[in-house]
């Protein structure tokens, strides 16, 4: 083969390859296991390659969600009715839902600040030219920060906000978004709280802001969550390239690309909820650590520890409305491994609460197996491990299955909201509790804004 032909053929594969994957016809269905009978009917759904599952674990009484291609329907169908199972279609049409995502029917308000908006999703490119265009406009509070590079070689970026950086003894929050990759609502949602942070005055956010050095990192995944608007909307891992292999009949192979980083951490790693076999969602890695972007985390709060004492660190993920405390390998009985689980439960019950109150929204809080599944790996779960980070959780957002992974955009302020509500309640009891004490000049700055409302109101 002469070089000529040879470039011709390299460059047809990377043009089929790079094509975008179509979920045209395709529809999702809900199906609740009554029982461990019915669990394994659908690891041979599973077996058969019958439909594509957003979850890799099933578990008797918890709903889970399986795409079903036009060319498998009738296949699927007969073969769970034969078997006596209930599926309910949720999503008639998931490329039609993933075009409203990409392209929804924008309605002009209010909820933007520079060029950034909340009435869609945006991609990786305008999220980090809004992280630069707010330290250009607020260059003694916000600055933007390189966490370390991903597998693609993509800066891992985030901001610094710090309204006191005189303060001595430094108080150090840390906010981690899209560590899976089609969890759009993530991004979406950690670059509200950071919009929140710097231009809302109601005097609790104004607290909350100013009472700790904010490490807000909202895509941890670029390369995956690149590739969601690229190649695939559904992928979910990052973009490792060590294990590809043949994937098996029905799978496709770029599956075998990738590694879900929320499984990678040097936390009791693959003994529970995790797999090794990389065709799969919840691919571990060959090693722990095994990954640049999980690397880069541990690193980079290993840091922040020695500089001060990193008092919250809230990973945001989606999709079923819960608030995880660690350990998530471990049920209830189990609970004390967390030495303080007893505060972290009552904090975030009165989080969960909060938020419920503006759209009537319902998070459910517990350790992940009770309320989930059990799973091993995980960023947050290693951050309270290695570190002792009293305030840790895992945001399960937006929703409960209605629309899952395609949430659409007109959900997004409301999902900001809530929990924006939710984090000053729990940073309310917090305090309260005594895990810090608030400075004086945060207080000062917080009262002045009540008593400036209260003279505004007065007099005009």
């Known amino acids: ?262 499984r990678n951490f040097d936390v009791y790693w693959m003994t529970e909820g995790a797999s090794n076999d990389s065709c799969t969602n919840t691919f571990a890695g060959p090693t722990a650590f095994s990954e640049p972007e999980s690397r880069a985390i541990a690193q980079y709060v290993g840091t922040l520890n020695e500089e001060g004492e990193i008092i919250y660190y809230i990973a945001f993920h989606s999709y079923t409305q819960l608030i995880i405390i660690p350990y998530s390998h471990v049920y209830s009985e189990d609970a004390l491994l967390s030495g303080n689980y007893a505060d972290m439960y009552e904090i975030a019950i009165k989080g969960a609460d909060a938020l419920s109150k503006r759209f009537g929204t319902t998070y459910r809080v517990g350790l992940s197996a009770n309320v989930m599944y059990t799973m091993s790996g995980t960023s947050f779960d290693w951050v309270k491990y290695a570190h002792n980070v009293p305030i840790t959780y895992l945001l399960e957002l937006r929703d409960l299955g209605e629309f899952g992974f395609l949430l659409p955009a007109n959900q997004i302020v409301p999902t900001g909201l809530e929990t924006m509500d939710a984090l000053v309640e729990m940073d309310r009891n917090a305090r309260k509790i005594g895990y810090y004490h608030a400075s004086a000049s945060g207080m000062f700055y917080s009262m002045t804004v009540v008593l400036l409302g209260v003279f505004v109101a007065l007099f005009y």
């Open 1 to 262: 083969m002469n070089l000529t032909n040879f470039i011709f053929i390299f460059t047809i594969l990377a043009v089929v390859s790079a094509v975008k994957k179509s979920y045209d016809g395709y529809s999702l269905y809900k199906i609740v296991p009554k029982d461990e009978s019915e669990v394994n009917v659908l690891d041979e759904i599973k077996r058969k390659s019958l439909g594509e599952f957003w979850s890799d674990d099933f578990k008797v009484g918890f709903d889970t969600k399986v795409m079903v291609s036009p060319e498998k329907r009738e296949e699927f169908v007969q073969y769970v009715t034969n078997e006596n199972i209930e599926a309910t279609v949720v999503i008639s049409d998931v490329q039609a839902a993933i075009d409203r995502q990409l392209n929804p029917d924008i309605i002009r308000s209010s909820e933007s600040y520079l060029s950034y908006s909340w009435s869609e999703y945006h991609d990786l490119n305008a999220i980090y030219k809004w992280l630069d265009e707010l330290q250009e406009n607020h260059p003694d509070i916000a600055k933007t920060v390189v966490m370390g590079q991903s597998v693609e070689n993509r800066d891992i970026k985030g901001i610094i906000i710090n309204y006191h950086p005189e303060r001595e003894n430094k108080r150090i929050g840390m906010l981690e978004g899209t560590l899976h990759a089609r969890e759009w609502i993530s991004a979406a949602t950690v670059t509200w709280i950071i919009k929140e942070f710097l231009t809302n005055n109601d005097p609790e956010i104004r607290a909350l802001a100013e009472n700790f050095e904010w490490h807000i990192f909202p895509v941890v995944n670029p390369d995956g969550y690149s590739y969601t608007f690229t190649d695939n909307r559904m992928w979910r891992k990052n973009r490792s390239p060590e294990s590809i292999k043949t994937c098996p009949e029905g799978t496709d192979n770029d599956m075998s690309h990738g590694v879900d980083l929320n």
